[in-house]
């Protein structure tokens, strides 16, 4: 196949939901419908569960099963779609954050009950503002829930989105009775022996002929009606390009548990999502279609494997041709490196591949040498940008527990943070250090893998701090910010990219360090050039 064909084929996407709304669920269903797995219950969740054991070992746990689930692939009506996993878990937000800057796309799954919650929320405003194009899926429509317009607003407005309908719900709960899918002009009915299936669903174009009540009984005939008919004059007509510019959201019904409504998604998805995008370098505008490979790292894996310290560096092809044994230039630090063993993705498992496309997810075995955001090219001094560090929400002092072992601590600790774990401060005054979290789960990990990767032993010191803000001064010689390095002195530190931060205690003081420095701004996320 050449290689515009092969790009033109490839759907590269995440789904993204609050914990429990359905996402683990979904992508089996997806998995199932590629013919990728045989049977439910193979894609396992990447959930972090309390309780049961203890939180370290559930840590482990959960890292095992998202080696597996990074990257799921499969092939539907000849497209080759690459399902890139998000962890749900709020602590692990920074992770779900860097994934999306790998998608082309996203898949929202909302619980029907619940309703729109706080992850969703989100995540979904990262999405926007990176204008991503977003399809909705309302999930657990065989339980009672909210009333699907009632759902479409609160879509609406929690999540700043203009939505669509391209499928609507017959009834609900216990009476629920299957699907209309506007998109395809079909009727999928819901039935017992429907549920474990894949169902085709029936041509329905004409909604007035009377076989409709027949099949859904008069009332949910009507019913049914009435609603599209309110549907079509409240909500805009689906516009692909609309969609694509993150403008316009369709939104499907289903039951993912029942298999029911993801079939009508995966058919519409697969027509109406972007192929791969072209991404914004430091330097320049990189299209999908140059036949020069660059790619970029979003995600670094340790082994699981305490005795080697091999990590897989997870790299998403923008453009060209990613070959076995070819040499690329890693950016970063100017150095030519071949890949002897580069891994493919698939449902279940990796495979050493010769050849990858954009769109494509290829993991590379390395020995530290990879960071996240670094950049590969063909020999062009090239830099993509877009995966900023947040504004960490915990901190601690991190103290070394052994003294025998302080290389190792050291050695531990860059890695850890080269890998996106946490985010590492050394304070300007004593230069001491602070890893800072999105969550507390974080240290946990943290310590643990010290102890067992690197020998190496922590304890921590709270600090009471709210936020990090990145610092960036309008002019760095004038007395202003020579006043705020002066005053603030005890609240600065450098990140690992030794740019200049300020440690707040809370809202109120960055309100008042900004009126009093006016000319110093003081932002939330490392990226702001
Ligand atoms: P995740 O946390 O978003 O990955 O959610 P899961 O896929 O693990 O689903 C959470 C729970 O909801 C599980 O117990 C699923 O069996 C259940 N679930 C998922 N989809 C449906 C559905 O369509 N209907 C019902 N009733 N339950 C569902």
């Given at each position: 196949?050449?290689?515009?064909?092969?790009?033109q084929?490839?759907?590269t996407?995440?789904?993204?939901?609050?914990p429990?709304?359905?996402?683990?669920?979904l992508?089996?269903?997806?998995?199932?419908?590629g013919?990728?797995?045989?049977?439910?219950?193979?894609v396992?969740?990447?959930k972090?569960k309390?309780?049961?054991t203890?939180?370290?070992?559930?840590?482990e746990r959960?890292?095992?099963?998202?080696?597996?689930?990074?990257?799921?692939?499969?092939?539907?009506?000849d497209?080759?779609?690459?399902?890139l996993?998000?962890?749900?878990?709020?602590?692990?937000a920074?992770?779900t954050?860097?994934?999306?800057?790998?998608?082309?796309?996203?898949i929202?799954?909302?619980?029907v009950?619940?309703?729109?919650?706080?992850q969703?929320?989100?995540?979904?405003?990262?999405?926007?503002m990176?204008n991503?194009p977003?399809?909705?899926?309302i999930n657990k429509l065989?339980?009672e829930?909210?009333?699907?317009?009632d759902?479409?607003?609160?879509?609406?407005q929690?999540?700043?989105l203009?939505?669509?309908?391209?499928?609507?719900?017959?009834?609900?709960?216990?009476?629920?009775?299957?699907?209309y899918?506007?998109w395809g002009?079909?009727?999928?009915?819901?039935?017992?022996?429907n549920?474990?299936?894949?169902?085709?669903?029936?041509?329905?174009?004409?909604?007035?002929?009377?076989?409709?009540d027949?099949?859904?009984?008069?009332?949910?005939?009507e019913?049914l009606?009435e609603?599209l008919?309110?549907?079509?004059e409240?909500?805009p007509?689906?516009d692909?390009?609309e969609?694509?510019?993150?403008?316009?959201?369709?939104?499907?019904f289903?039951?993912a548990l029942?298999?029911?409504g993801?079939?009508?998604?995966l058919?519409?998805?697969?027509e109406?999502?972007?192929?791969?995008?072209?991404?914004?370098?430091?330097?320049?505008?990189?299209?999908?279609?140059?036949?020069?490979?660059?790619?970029f790292?979003?995600k670094i894996?340790?082994n699981?494997?305490?005795?080697h310290?091999?990590?897989l560096?997870?790299?998403?092809?923008?453009?060209?041709?990613?070959?076995?044994?070819?040499?690329?230039?890693?950016?970063?630090?100017?150095?030519?490196m071949?890949?002897?063993?580069?891994?493919?993705?698939?449902?279940?498992?990796?495979?050493?591949v010769?050849e990858?496309?954009?769109?494509?997810i290829?993991?590379l075995?390395?020995?530290?040498?990879?960071?996240?955001?670094?950049?590969?090219t063909?020999g062009?001094?090239?830099?993509?940008?877009g995966?900023?560090?947040f504004?960490?929400?915990?901190?601690?002092?991190v103290?070394?527990?052994?003294?025998?072992k302080?290389k190792?601590?050291q050695k531990?600790?860059?890695?850890?943070?080269?890998?996106?774990?946490?985010?590492?401060?050394t304070?300007?005054?004593?230069?001491?250090?602070?890893i800072?979290?999105?969550?507390?789960?974080q240290?946990?990990?943290?310590?643990?893998?010290?102890?067992?990767?690197?020998?190496a032993?922590?304890?921590?010191?709270?600090?009471?701090?709210?936020?990090?803000?990145?610092?960036?001064?309008?002019?760095?010689?004038?007395?202003?910010?020579?006043?705020?390095?002066?005053?603030?002195?005890r609240?600065?530190?450098?990140?690992?990219?030794?740019?200049?931060?300020?440690f707040?205690?809370?809202?109120?003081?960055?309100?008042?360090?900004?009126?009093?420095?006016?000319?110093v701004?003081l932002?939330?996320t490392?990226?702001?050039k």
């Open positions: 196949m050449e290689f515009l064909d092969e790009l084929r490839r759907r996407f995440g789904i993204i939901s609050h429990d709304a359905g996402k683990t669920t992508t089996e269903k997806l998995l199932l419908f013919g990728a797995i045989q049977e439910a219950g193979a396992k969740s990447n972090i309390k309780g049961a203890s939180d370290f070992m559930e840590i959960q890292r095992g099963i998202s080696v597996a689930t990074s990257v799921l692939a499969f092939i539907y009506k497209k080759k779609i690459n399902i996993d998000t962890p749900g878990h709020k602590d692990f920074e992770d954050f860097r994934t999306l800057t790998a998608v082309d796309s996203v929202v799954v909302i619980d009950a619940k309703g729109v919650e706080a969703t929320e989100k995540l979904v405003e990262v999405c926007r990176r991503i977003i399809i909705v899926f065989d339980r829930g909210k009333d699907a317009f759902l479409l607003d609160e879509v609406e929690k999540l700043g203009k939505v669509t309908p391209l499928s609507f719900p017959i009834g609900m709960g216990y009476d629920f009775k299957g699907i899918n506007i002009k079909k009727l999928n009915l819901f039935s017992e022996e549920k474990q299936t894949i169902s085709e669903g029936v041509e329905f174009s004409d909604l007035d002929d009377p076989e409709l027949r099949i859904v009984g008069e009332d949910a005939a019913t009606r609603e008919e309110l549907v079509y409240v909500y007509k689906f692909k390009e969609y694509l510019n993150g403008a316009l959201q369709p939104v499907f289903g039951s029942n298999n029911f993801v079939k009508e998604l058919d519409c998805f697969t109406i999502a972007p192929t791969p995008q072209p991404k914004m370098s430091e330097e320049r505008l990189v299209d999908s279609k140059e036949d020069k490979l660059t790619g790292v979003f894996h340790a699981m494997d305490p005795k310290r091999d990590r560096a997870f790299v998403k092809i923008v453009s060209g041709t990613f070959k076995r044994n070819a040499p690329y230039l890693h950016v970063r630090n100017g150095k030519k071949k890949f002897s063993s580069p891994n493919a993705f698939f449902a279940e498992k990796k495979e050493i010769e990858s496309f954009p769109g494509d290829v993991g075995h390395d020995t530290g040498n990879f960071k996240i955001g670094d950049t590969l063909e062009e001094n090239l830099n993509f940008k995966i900023p560090s504004s960490p929400e915990h901190f601690r002092y103290n070394n527990a052994d003294p025998m302080s190792q601590l531990g600790l860059i890695q850890l943070m080269d890998e996106g774990v946490a985010q590492l401060f304070l300007e005054m004593n230069g001491r250090k602070v800072g979290t999105v969550g507390a789960l240290y946990e990990v943290i310590q643990y893998r010290l102890e067992h990767e690197y020998g032993k922590c304890t921590y010191e709270n600090l009471p701090m709210h936020k990090v803000c990145w610092v960036d001064p309008e002019d760095a010689k004038n007395d202003e910010y020579k006043d705020f390095k002066r005053t603030k002195q609240y600065l530190a450098k990140d690992k990219q030794g740019q200049l931060v300020f707040a205690d809370s809202a109120f003081t960055i309100q008042m360090t900004q009126s009093k420095y006016p000319s701004k932002h939330f490392s990226e702001f």
